[in-house]
């Protein structure tokens, strides 16, 4: 059952690791070739997992195309009922599913079972239940020609799903459970990095009582295995969550095969701080927007635009919010944990360096940290303020997705509207003010696919949800996923 892989796969460990298999037409498969896949606490072999190529990303197409057929004729009702099944399995398993999770991403425990697990859980339950409310318009004409004309909804075939490692079972199943529930049939890539809890979905799904080839994964890289799903002529629909750099790849794979395609890429998120902001509500929100997940969420704040009439003021009360973020073994209850990867750590610490050598001053973390016990060769981070870069310097400027944030001052709206837009990014924003007339303004004027205001990530899932600029392509959410995975065909009929 799920929950007995689930507890063999939490026993995994450097000295007996177990290992991951792809899941085509209902069956598990090994593939000869491995790859590690490394618990970023502790620096150590977590478990293996699959590392598949062209035949495997192949023959998992060829499943989902077989299976697209009888799984397209099926009721909404009876695709709503397997995904509500798998939702339970799911959290049945909650606890585990969130230690899993934890140890596969770096993130803290609480923060796996608050947020992740639920999220995945809500998804799954979203989908199953609003593909039963879904209604298409019909027009009925009168005279000259009497007639009814009335829309369909198909779906759209094979599509293949493809995300990243930060919130890897929270965007996985934000993509199959709209795929499935509107008569698709789906390949899954998930991040090499973080393939553990989708492997249990599948175990879910399995069990749940999905008929086989509906959902496959594939388990390998990007180039290995991505790129061949990607260009797969059988292949109808790519949604893709990941950098802006792959995103940018795939687009140009799949536009000549006229494949659709929906891309959410990365950001360089702007906060702008008004000075009638109300600073004791803020401030913790304005904290957590950068630094929970260790600034792992493509949300996150990066980007800190204060007014300068309450530019100190706000520093020092950040400050020391901000230093209320632990960081350590993210069983311990510590606010933050590991960043999920060596190269990632090495990344986000080349930008602290790069940041000094730009101008910049660091007035909080910069450093790395190494717990002492079982978490000492994790990859662990401080949160690290920095002030004093002028907006070109690459760290105003480039994605650095980790516990770092850059705060700089502005003197007038219309300034600080200009600098917010001036990225090549566009995914969300944050506004503070208590003038609504201000919010309105300054929320309508930011180029943008979110704007929180007064608060950050409240999500519905009913509202859209992507990114303009080079942070996305199309929108995900409620009626927009719905309609991203399938085709209108219009009909026409005399009467
Ligand atoms: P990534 O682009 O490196 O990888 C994402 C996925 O694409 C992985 O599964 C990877 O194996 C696959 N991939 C890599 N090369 C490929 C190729 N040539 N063809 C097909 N697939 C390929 O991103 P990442 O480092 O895993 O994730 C971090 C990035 O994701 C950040 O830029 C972040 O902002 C972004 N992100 C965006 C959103 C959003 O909703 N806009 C959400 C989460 C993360």
Known sequence: ???????????????????????????????????????PATGELFF????????????????????????????????????????????????????????????????????????CIHNLRYFANSILHHTDPSILHHSPTPGLSYVVRDPVGVAVLISPWNLPIY????????????????????????????????????????????????????AEVGEHL????????????GSTVIGKKIASLAAPLNKKTSLEMGGKNACIVCPSADLPKAIPDIVR????????????????????????????QFLEEAKQYSVGDPESGAKLGAVNSKVHFDKVMSYIKIASEEGGKVVLGGESVQPEGRCNGGYFIQPTVIVGLSDDSRCMREEIFGPVVCIVPFQSNEEVIKRANGTPYGLSATVFSQNVNEIHSIARSLRVGTVWCNTWMLRDLNMPFGGTKDSGMGREGGEDSLHFFTEQKTICLRI
């Open 289 to 316: 927007s950068c630094f929970i997940n260790q600034g792992e969420v493509c949300l996150c704040t990066s980007r800190l635009f204060v007014h300068q009439s309450i530019f100190d003021q706000f520093l020092s």
């Open 48 to 119: 293996y997992l699959n590392r598949s190529g062209k035949n495997e990303a192949d023959r998992a197409v060829q499943a989902a195309k077989r299976a697209f057929e009888s799984w397209s004729e099926t009721s909404p009702q009876y695709r709503s009922s397997i995904l509500l099944k798998a939702a339970q399995i799911i959290e049945d398993n909650l606890d585990d599913m969130a230690l899993l999770e934890s140890r596969d991403q770096g993130k803290p425990l609480w923060l796996a079972k608050a947020v992740d697990i639920p999220r």
């Open 230 to 241: 990607v260009t797969n002529p059988d292949v109808a629909l790519v949604s893709f969550t």
């Open 171 to 222: 965007l996985l199943s934000f993509k199959i459970a709209p795929a499935i529930a509107t008569g698709n049939t789906v390949v899954c890539k998930p991040s090499e990095l973080t393939s553990a809890t989708a492997y249990i979905l599948m175990h879910a799904l399995f069990e749940a009582g999905l008929p086989k080839g509906v959902v496959n994964m594939v388990l390998g890289t990007g």
């Open 1 to 39: 059952s799920t929950s007995t892989v689930l507890k063999r796969l939490l026993e995994s460990s450097a000295q007996f690791p177990v290992k991951l298999h792809n899941f085509i037409d209902n069956e598990f498969e090994n593939t000869k070739e491995k790859m590690e896949s490394i618990n």
